[in-house]
């Protein structure tokens, strides 16, 4: 007796997992073929029995954390293995705040959170004002990444910090 009381809990924790990752409640006589029904000694079992422990495999499932899957992190921007090359899409968003001016190492916040870093001594965008502006990031063809911002012609080098 004491075997198959080890042996329903067993099967009643299993159950409770596998429930809680489909979210969807079946009863133990639907998940069990008739001979696990049989080999666990559910089918001793009186049916008020069996509907309290139904019973509690559903208000476990109510209770368990629904898992909800995390978009992978964005690393565009950053140093990849040749293995790990990472999409090729644009990065668009708002430059957060007021700027005057774009110029080599100035530090820019997006409004997705990723800090860049202009590198490009060679061009700047200086004397403009930009609020909230909208910037393009995008991949270079031999490498690197380059800031546009919406209604300016200029690109400029950056690197990602954060």
């Known amino acids: 007796m004491r075997h198959s009381v080890l042996v329903l809990l067993g099967l009643m924790l299993l159950f409770a997992a596998g429930t809680a990752a489909c979210q969807q409640f079946s009863s133990l006589e639907e998940r069990m073929t008739g001979y696990e029904f049989k080999a666990a000694g559910l089918d001793q079992l009186t049916p008020e029995q069996l509907a309290t422990l139904n019973a509690w495999l559903r208000k476990d499932l109510e209770r368990a954390p629904v898992a ?54 060679t061009r700047s965008l200086g004397g403009v004002t930009l609020v909230n502006a909208t910037a393009t990031i995008r991949r270079g063809r031999v490498g690197g990444w380059y800031l546009s911002v919406s209604g300016y012609n200029t690109q400029l080098r950056v690197k990602r910090l954060k």
């Open 68 to 121: 909800v899957a995390q978009p992978p992190e964005d690393r565009r921007g950053f140093p990849l293995s040749v293995t790990d090359q990472g999409p090729d899409d644009d990065i668009v968003s708002r430059i957060m705040g007021e700027l005057h001016g774009l110029t080599n190492q100035q530090r820019i916040t997006l409004e997705n959170g990723q800090e860049w870093q202009v590198v490009d001594s």
